[in-house]
Structure formats: structure tokens, C-alpha cells
């Protein structure tokens, strides 16, 4: 097959599909049910390659930047983009850079409902394909959707408790079919990259950054839920999994978001405890492997971040672990990246560490000019240049998107959190929550007719639960009290409980009176709440580790999640409809003493 006829076809393509979308309808979206179309070696290599012959070096470029865009359309200007890019709209964006891709948020108003992300989406492809180049090369249109905490798009698109619930869950079959669902309703958006699954074991209860976003302490747990939610994502949603944060981000006291934390794992311990999941990745064949800001002394002693590290990643993740995969950075606006360098020299030093695609340049006139003159300067020797837009041109192909850019609307109802999708995730999610410790026999609670408070973290969490416990009828009072409740909160919420049968209090990180809560509220809010004398459930919305913290607690459930699926879920729990089975995913440590274990792995009660 010549490179002209595949040329040709794909423009045919191309054009079919941007008539489908201008005519208001789009072929049944047969190819994201049932896995990524099979790939033609011939037709792949053609179009990769007439496609670079063709580009020009300021395209090639374009092709290892993915960045976000305000707006949520692609034609309408929002001021935003003007600062960073010179442009106003985010079609505009695309097509002066010619990007790779571009990343979703709700901050950039990129992920308002359904039916505005497909459209954004197509308008953004159609940006793409429509450029006054030789070349049309469709976008990777990429969003963080782990689940859990981090959830980018919210309801009605289907949510799950996110990694440690399902560590809980143990079940590598639910994590491949919550990665499924997750994936079929992404690609139904228009979303073709999904920077998940984390691929960190989180064994620092006091990792402010991970956490709950990991599946477990336990490396082999972590790595048997990574690889099968690979497969979920890749196989059976058709959307491109990335693993995060390679070396590894589970050890860690700081959060690489605002500092520049150190790993001080030696070269054997990286092997047993960090590397499995990202193996697990590779041996699944992981389109995507995401750096970390960080540094891993045993790696590489130059004290430069894994991101910047030739050694890293092309001495381990390429010539040691043998990823053939796109590798692509955390965000560059993150400051473990920025103290050392400029935005333009992490750009450069980046790629010619092994980064193929550079996410989120604070900088990009710089970043981008600045690889442009490192290319014709031969410091980016050419041939590197191709080798990088060659994997990136790979994954598009190979994921489908070159064939089919475009999404159709129409088709959203049938795919976006169906009752079907609904239904599994409530299942999966009734089989995570952990009862920890129940030593008065206060659970099961026999709600109906009772009056109850719901008090503690969260205005949406608090609602839900009580609404929850209100539809199995009880006579619910719901008090929020925040993150950081002031004491004058605290004595609200203990005067609420006064006429009350029972307290359900929620808490969202309360060991971390750092940043979380400085004034250590949650803890005095659940200290005086037993101290009514009232049976006292204490439901841990994200980290399990809060019951070290919480002395006197006799009622714990962990959820991993303040998501409304883990909230409607632990009322399930409370009352009894459904009986806990969840087992710790991590060991949860005694309150300053990490060597000593309070609750190990594995533990969790049923009733």
C-alpha cells in the first residue's frame, strides 16, 4: 500500500466524519463498546510516516505539547487564554501550535455536562483537522478521571469510590470494570486519554499528595489492580490509560504540587516496593507512562527531578523496564519541576531526558520557541525529534482516533451513566467500605424512626449521607462543620446532637492539622461528640488512616471517598442493607510511631 493511497483514505476519512457531524448525527458508537478497532501494520505505518515526511518542524512540535484551554466551546473567546497563549478561543490555540493535545478541567470550564464536553471535543478536533497544513493530525483529548478524588466529570457520568476503595474491594475484576465503564463513557465525550490509573504504592500514611489515590501499601495489590484496570481502560473502553508517577510518588511527606520532595528508597527497595504496578503496566502494554517531580537519589544523583532524569527514563522505564510507550510529564506548572530551571530549559531538558510529550507548559511561547532552536540547533538531534512524534502518531492510530475523531452527541444518553453503569457502580462500591472497628455493636443502626445527626466534613458529603439515611427513615439533622471546623462550629454541632438517637460524623483527612486543619477541629469535633454519651459512627471520607487520631472512637467505617456513590454506599452500611466486606488496603499506623501497626492490612469486619 503506497503512503499517497493511505494519505488519501485518511483525508476521505476524515472528511466522512466531519460530514457526519455537521449533518447532526454519527455512526453507533460500536467501536468504543467493544475495544479498540484492529490495527492494519501496512495502513499504520503508511499514515505514520507520510505524516511526518510531510510536517514541518514547527508541527512536529506542536505534537509534544498537551495543554489546557478556557472555554467551553472552541470558538468562543474567553479572555484567559490571551495571557498565555496571544489567542482568545481554544480552536485558535490549537491551530497556532498545532498541539498534540489538550487536557480538561472543571477550572478551564472544560467539563460542564455531557453533552458540552462532546461538543467541545468535536470543536476542538475540527480546530485540528482543518489547518492550513499539509498535515491533519487529530488531537488526544486527555482529563484526569482516576475516580475517587480525583474525578474531573462529575454526575451524570458514572463515579466510582476511585483506587483504595477498590484495593479495599480486592477485586481486579471490579477495578477492570470500573476502568471500563469509566473509559466507554470518556470516549463518548470525546475524552481519549485518561491520565489514570495511579500507579504509586502509597506506604507513607502521610503522603499528602496520594494516599487514597494509590490501591494499596502492598505492592503486589497495587500492581494486580493496575494492570487490570489497564486493561478496562484500554481493551474494553478504548481510551489510552497512564500510568502515574513514575519512579513512584508513594513515599513522599511533600507534595510535589508546591515543593520538591526526595525519595530515599534505595536502588533494591525501588525494585520491591515502587516498581511492580508500572511493570504490571508495561506487561498489559500501557499506551501512557506520566513522570514525577521528584527525586530518587538511588536513580540518579544528580539531584536533578525524575522528569528532567535521562537516567530515569530512558535508563529505566526505556532501556530496563522496555516501555515503548509516549511518556509524558506531570504538569510543568508544578513547582518540584520549577526550581532548578526556567520553563524553557525544563521544556528542552525534559525531552532530551526521554519525555516525548510535554504536559502543560506555564511558558508555552517560550517552551515552544525554545525546543523549536534546540531542534535547529542540533542540541534535539532530529532523528529524536521523529522518534518522539512517531509514538505519539502510534497512539493515535492505534487508539482509533485518527479514524475517528469526532463523537456524536446523540448517542451520549446511551453510553453516559446509563442505570446500567449506575447499578454496577453501586455494586462495586457496596463491596469496598471497611468496617474497622465496631465494639459496642452500634452497626448495624436500625434507623427508621430515629432521629439522627449527620455532622462533620463536607456540605455536599453531609447532605448526601443524611438524605441516605432519611430514605431509610430516619429523621435526619445535617450540621456541616468543614475541613477545619472553628470551635464555635464544634459546640454547634454538639449542641445539634443534644435530643438526637445516634451522630454519624464524617471526617476528610483528620491527621493532617498541617494543611488540612490547622486547628485540629475534626479531632475536638469527634472528641466531644462521644463525650454526649450518644452512639458515635465515624465514617473516614478519604484517608483510613484518621481512627490513629481519633482515641475513644468505638464505631469507624472507611469509604476512601467522599464521592456521592461511597457516601449513599456507608449509609447502606449503617443500616445494614448491605454488610460490609471491604479489607484494609494499607496498614494504618499508630499516631507518631509508623513502625508500630494499630489496624494491619487485611483487617475488616462484617456483621
Not at 566 to 575: G, K, L
Request: no cysteine.
Amino acid at each position: 500500500m503506497s503512503t499517497s493511497s493511505v494519505s488519501r483514505r485518511t483525508v476521505v476519512a476524515a472528511a466522512a466524519a466531519a460530514a457526519v457531524l455537521a449533518a447532526g448525527t454519527a455512526p453507533a458508537l460500536a467501536s468504543v463498546r467493544s475495544g479498540p478497532p484492529p490495527t492494519n501494520p501496512d495502513a499504520r505505518e503508511g499514515w505514520v510516516a507520510s505524516t511526518i515526511a510531510r510536517m514541518t518542524l514547527p508541527e512536529k512540535v506542536g505534537q509534544l505539547f498537551i495543554q489546557n484551554v478556557y472555554g467551553k466551546d472552541a470558538t468562543t473567546p474567553d479572555s484567559r487564554n490571551i495571557p498565555l497563549y496571544g489567542v482568545a478561543t481554544p480552536a485558535e490555540v490549537v491551530q497556532k501550535y498545532h498541539l498534540g493535545g489538550v487536557i480538561y478541567f472543571a477550572w478551564t470550564d472544560s467539563v460542564q455536562n455531557p453533552p458540552q464536553i462532546a461538543g467541545l471535543s468535536n470543536g476542538l478536533q475540527k480546530a485540528a483537522l482543518s489547518q492550513q497544513s499539509k498535515v491533519d493530525v487529530p488531537l488526544q483529548i486527555a482529563t484526569d478521571q482516576e475516580q475517587g478524588v480525583v474525578t474531573r466529570i462529575g454526575p451524570p457520568a458514572t463515579q466510582f469510590p476511585g483506587s483504595m476503595a477498590l484495593g479495599a474491594g480486592r477485586s481486579t475484576a471490579d477495578a477492570r470494570t470500573a476502568a471500563a465503564i469509566t473509559g466507554e463513557e470518556l470516549r463518548a465525550m470525546g475524552v481519549n486519554t485518561d491520565f489514570a490509573p495511579d500507579a504509586d504504592v502509597n506506604v507513607n500514611p502521610l503522603n499528602p499528595v496520594i494516599g487514597t489515590r494509590s490501591f494499596s501499601s502492598r505492592p503486589d495489590l497495587a500492581a494486580q489492580m493496575v494492570g487490570a484496570q489497564v486493561d478496562g481502560y484500554q481493551k474494553d473502553g478504548n481510551v489510552s490509560a497512564t500510568a502515574k508517577h513514575f519512579p513512584g510518588h508513594g513515599d513522599t511527606a511533600t507534595d510535589s504540587h508546591v515543593a520538591f520532595p526526595i525519595i530515599t528508597h534505595t536502588r533494591e527497595q525501588w525494585e520491591q516496593i515502587d516498581a511492580p504496578p508500572f511493570k504490571a503496566a508495561i506487561a498489559r502494554g500501557i499506551d501512557m507512562i506520566m513522570t514525577a517531580h521528584l527525586n530518587v537519589p538511588a536513580l540518579d544523583d544528580s539531584g536533578d527531578p525524575a522528569t528532567l532524569s535521562k537516567p530515569i527514563l530512558t535508563g529505566v522505564l526505556r532501556n530496563e523496564l522496555g516501555f515503548k510507550g509516549v511518556i509524558v510529564t506531570d504538569s510543568l506548572g508544578m513547582q518540584g519541576v520549577r526550581d532548578k530551571y526556567g520553563d524553557s530549559e525544563v521544556a528542552v531538558r525534559a525531552l532530551s531526558a526521554g519525555v516525548d510529550q510535554l504536559l502543560m507548559s506555564p511558558s508555552m511561547d517560550e517552551a515552544y520557541g525554545a525546543v523549536i532552536g534546540a531542534v535547529e540547533s542540533g542540541r534535539i538531534p532530529m532523528a529524536d525529534l521523529d522518534a518522539k512524534v512517531r509514538r505519539v502518531l502510534e497512539l493515535k492510530w492505534d487508539r482509533g482516533i485518527v479514524a475517528k475523531p469526532y463523537v456524536d452527541p446523540a448517542a451520549l444518553d446511551s453510553v453516559v451513566g446509563t442505570p446500567e453503569h449506575l447499578a454496577t457502580a453501586d455494586a462495586i462500591t457496596d463491596r469496598t467500605t471497611t468496617l474497622v472497628k465496631n465494639d459496642d455493636k452500634t452497626l448495624p443502626l436500625a434507623v427508621s424512626g430515629k432521629k439522627v445527626l449527620v455532622t462533620g466534613y463536607g456540605v455536599t458529603t453531609t447532605q448526601t449521607l443524611g438524605d441516605a439515611l432519611k430514605a431509610q427513615g430516619a429523621a435526619t439533622t445535617v450540621k456541616q462543620t468543614g475541613s477545619s471546623p472553628t470551635d464555635a462550629q464544634v459546640a454547634a454541632a454538639v449542641a445539634a446532637a443534644q435530643g438526637q438517637d445516634a451522630i454519624v460524623v464524617t471526617t476528610m483527612k483528620a491527621w493532617d492539622t498541617s494543611v488540612t486543619d490547622p486547628r485540629g477541629g475534626q479531632q475536638k469535633l469527634v472528641q466531644q461528640l462521644q463525650a454526649t454519651g450518644k452512639p458515635v459512627v465515624v465514617v473516614a471520607t478519604r484517608d483510613p488512616y484518621d481512627i490513629a487520631y481519633l482515641p475513644g472512637t468505638s464505631t469507624y467505617l472507611a469509604t476512601y471517598s467522599y464521592s456521592p456513590v461511597a457516601i449513599e454506599s456507608v449509609a447502606r452500611v449503617i443500616t445494614g442493607a448491605v454488610n460490609p466486606s471491604g479489607k484494609l488496603p494499607v496498614d494504618i499506623p499508630v499516631k507518631g510511631d509508623p513502625g508500630t501497626v494499630l489496624y494491619p492490612f487485611g483487617h475488616g469486619l462484617s456483621y
